[in-house]
T-cell receptor, first 107, second 123 residues
Framework: SYELTQPPSVSVSPGQTASITCSGE??????TCWYQQKPGQSPVLVIY???KRPSGIPERFSGSNSGNTATLTISGTQAMDEADYYC??????????FGTGTKVTVL | EVQLVQSGAEVRKPGESLKISCKGS????????IGWVRQMPGKGLEWMGI????????IYSPSFQGQVTISVDKSIGTAYLQWSSLKASDTAMYYC???????WGLGSYFDHWGQGTLVTVSS
């Protein structure tokens, strides 16, 4: 079965850049999206189609996807960005999978 | 405003059955697939399956095929997730979400989520 692997945790200082990777076989050939989940809340879509931001998502969130790795970048990280982040991609045309998840800590 | 409102928390014993719901509003319910996602305590998100409300076409993750049943009643704009015999390992938060399918084939993603239903299975 298809797997998406993320680092368990990423730490970043306020105002700095956080990069979260998502690795999967030939992931660059698939469209990837990213979700943010804060404690006790439902996930929220922050990036879709590799690079696009939904309405209301700050510009500091950006995405890229190439080769076997997709990356979510948070520029100028703020305390409110502390959350779990999950990538998602379709392993074929009908079923999908989430990444293992990354906890972002703003120190 | 698109909303998905899920039924309340449930506590059941092992072996019991359960059906939880997800009611959509603010959009043409029949035009968007609905998906279900499991999150076990302290763990990540797991893609369970999706259903097309227009014709009840359902696709399950291999991990959940035969373990749960996804259904829909489009006349009342509600999707369901059910178990015939719960296990302690079914204890989790379950989310429903609306699936946006790009008409140009540029990927699909969950653009709106329900608030979650906590299912606790304990003897």
């Amino acid at each position: 079965s298809y797997e998406l692997t993320q680092p368990p945790s990423v730490s970043v200082s306020p105002g700095q850049t956080a990069s979260i990777t998502c690795s999967g076989e030939k992931l660059g050939y698939k469209y990837t999206c990213w979700y943010q989940q804060k404690p006790g809340q439902s996930p929220v879509l922050v990036i879709y189609q590799d690079t696009k931001r939904p309405s209301g998502i700050p510009e500091r969130f950006s995405g890229s996807n190439s080769g076997n790795t997709a990356t979510l970048t948070i520029s100028g990280t703020q305390a409110m960005d502390e959350a779990d982040y999950y990538c998602q991609a379709w392993n074929n045309t009908t079923t999908s999978v989430f990444g293992t998840g990354t906890k972002v800590t703003v120190l | 405003e698109v909303q998905l409102v899920q039924s309340g928390a449930e506590v059941r014993k092992p072996g019991e059955s359960l059906k939880i719901s997800c009611k959509g509003s603010g959009h043409n319910f029949a035009s968007f697939w609905i998906g279900w996602v499991r999150q076990m305590p302290g763990k990540g998100l797991e893609w369970m399956g999706i259903i097309d409300p227009s014709d009840s076409d359902t696709i399950y993750s291999p991990s959940f095929q035969g373990q749960v049943t996804i259904s829909v009643d489009k006349s009342i704009g509600t999707a369901y997730l059910q178990w015939s015999s719960l296990k302690a390992s079914d204890t989790a938060m379950y989310y429903c979400a609306r699936l946006w399918i790009d008409p140009w084939g540029l990927g699909s993603y969950f653009d709106h989520w329900g608030q979650g239903t906590l299912v606790t299975v304990s003897s």
